[in-house]
């Protein structure tokens, strides 16, 4: 298998197990979304896909979680994230989240994440406001304030706890 011939030297094994289930949450979701979003009818007219009138419904998708269901952008720019797995799967997609929570646990993360704004551990929501988020994302570990980070922008909280296969944290 293609897995056995990556390594990771800074990476513990236990942590690379962590880290492959991320990835691969990371994209089983991106494809799901893209999949879902497909639109196989072509424009009527370059007028018509260029219109102001762009139906709102398409700017956004429904994404259940383990809060419930949250309305998220199609194309979000500016992402918080607030938990590790949501910062690795968004490093490993190649995409610089706009505000994280420090690293400092997290070595292999730490070098990755130097010149991005920290929101704090806890979460500041005053850091999260002030980086005008488009998406936040992160764990039931910040569920205490969901209702806050919901009313600053779409909020996405995952259930991670170590206990679940890649497929159950998919479905939550």
Known sequence: MFW????????????????????????????GIVACHTNSSPPE????????NVNSSELTHTVNHALGTTKVPT?????????FYAIESLLAMEIDPQGVIPPDSKPHLQQALQEIPKV?????????????????????????????LSQIAPTV?????????W???HQT
């Open 45 to 52: 007219s370059k007028e018509s896909f260029l219109s102001d």
């Open 4 to 31: 056995q011939f990556v390594s990771f030297p800074s990476i513990k094994p236990k942590r690379q197990h962590r880290w492959w289930q991320a990835l691969l949450l990371a994209t089983v979701v991106a494809i």
């Open 157 to 165: 909280l995952a259930k991670y706890d170590g206990s679940d296969s």
């Open 120 to 148: 704090g551990l806890p979460t500041n929501l005053e850091k999260v406001l002030k980086l005008q988020p488009d998406l936040i994302l992160g764990s039931t570990y910040s569920e205490d304030i969901y209702d806050q």
């Open 167 to 169: 497929k159950a944290i």
């Open 75 to 83: 194309n979000p720019k500016r992402i918080v994230a607030l938990s």
